[in-house]
C-alpha cells in the first residue's frame, strides 16, 4: 500500500527556513522517485522538487533552486524538503507524491501520484 504523510509545515517570516517531512510506507519509499509538490489558492499545482530511488539524482522548479534541498534518509523511509530563504510566494500546501516511471521528465507535476494530506506553509512578508 502507498501511504504518505507530510508534516513540518508552519507560518514562518520571509528568510526563515522549514524542514518538511514525507514519511512513507515501504512500497512508496520504493518509488522510482518521490516528489514534492505545492498548491497555492486559486493556483495550479506546481512542481518543487524530486529525488530518485537511488538517492543521487535531484529535481528543482527554477523558484526554489539554491533555496531548496531534497534529500532521503533510507533508514527511516522519510524524503525531506529543507527550505530556505522562503519568500512569501512560496506560501502554498505542500504535499509529497511518487511516481512509478523512469522514463520523461521529473518536473512534470502530473507523473506524482498518491499524494498525501499535505502540510501547509505560509511565509509571511
Known amino acids: 500500500q502507498v501511504q504518505l504523510v507530510e508534516s513540518g509545515g508552519g507560518l514562518v517570516q520571509a528568510g526563515d527556513s522549514l524542514r518538511l517531512s514525507c514519511a512513507a510506507s515501504r512500497r512508496a519509499f520504493n518509488s522510482v522517485a518521490i516528489g514534492w509538490i505545492r498548491q497555492s489558492q486559486g493556483k495550479e499545482r506546481e512542481f518543487v522538487a524530486a529525488i530518485t530511488r537511488n538517492g543521487v539524482n535531484k529535481y528543482y522548479a527554477d523558484s526554489v533552486k539554491g533555496r531548496f534541498a531534497v534529500s532521503r534518509d533510507d533508514v527511516n523511509n522519510t524524503v525531506f524538503l529543507q527550505m530556505n530563504s522562503l519568500k512569501p510566494e512560496d506560501t502554498a500546501v505542500y504535499y509529497c507524491?511518487?511516481?512509478?516511471?523512469?522514463?520523461?521528465?521529473?518536473?512534470?507535476?502530473?507523473?506524482?501520484?498518491?499524494r498525501g494530506r499535505g502540510t501547509q506553509v505560509t511565509v509571511s512578508p
Open positions: 507524491g511518487v511516481t512509478q516511471y523512469e522514463s520523461g521528465n521529473y518536473s512534470y507535476v502530473g507523473r506524482y501520484i498518491n
